[in-house]
């Protein structure tokens, strides 16, 4: 199966951010913010889309042209905030550029060709990426739909996913608070462990966070089949 440059990215950030990161809680309430944030973002824009039929430009779609990749940026800049080291976004944003700007150019000049009348007057009036919230697209009359959320499987599954990456990130950083480099490297030990944790054992909000994980990826596994069936 090949793995698009998006989905790349962000194993690879989750990956650099596990091994170097050094959580503390501030950082982990940071991240854990900016990826609910996306979270937001990502669920309205998938209930307001309509692909290649007519030109989406409400909800979301008002204030930025490209509101699921913003919902990427918040939730891979999470995911990096939960590290708390400069050189993990550094290497995030120069990679994010690369793999996603050639990637907005491209649908831009797809969906120029699909409405040649509207679309050229909606990049006019509405950013590519960073939204300016006193200046957005006329209202449409037409809104979020939980018909449309529901109607893409695949999307839900994905936010699905989502949710299950702070509690992986909590539990491992409740574990290895400084990085697994750090401990397996023999910079950092038991001494950097939570007061409230013992060595060895798994505390009652670690246990938590493993149901919730299996949980949610046990739905998303069966909502994935269910949609593939239908």
Not at 201 to 227: G, M, N, P, R, T
């Amino acid at each position: 199966m090949k793995i698009k440059g998006r989905a790349w990215l962000r194993r690879f950030m989750i990956l650099l951010v596990l091994l170097f990161g050094m959580a503390n809680l501030t950082s982990l309430g940071i991240g854990f913010g900016l990826i609910f944030l996306g979270m937001l973002l990502h669920i309205w824009a998938i209930g307001c889309l309509v692909r290649n039929s007519q030109l989406t430009s409400w909800g979301p779609y008002r204030f930025v042209r490209h509101p699921f990749y913003l919902a990427n940026f918040l939730i891979d800049m999470g995911i990096c905030a939960v590290g708390a080291q400069w050189y993990i976004f550094a290497v995030y944003l120069i990679l994010f550029y690369f793999i996603y700007y050639r990637r907005m150019k491209m649908e831009e000049a797809t969906l120029t060709e699909l409405f040649p009348n509207d679309y050229p007057v909606y990049i006019q009036k509405v950013p590519r990426f960073i939204p300016l919230l006193f200046e957005r697209y006329p209202p449409s009359g037409k809104g979020f739909s939980w018909g449309v959320l529901v109607a893409a499987g695949n999307e839900i599954t994905r936010v699905l996913r989502l949710l299950i990456y702070p509690l992986v990130l909590y539990f491992l950083f409740r574990r290895f608070p400084e990085g697994i480099f750090s401990f397996l490297s023999g910079k950092a030990g038991y001494a950097t462990l939570p007061s409230d944790m013992v060595p060895g054992l798994i505390d009652y909000q670690e246990i938590i966070s493993i149901a919730v994980i299996l949980v949610l990826s046990v739905v998303s596994v069966l909502f994935h089949k269910k949609q593939g069936k239908e």
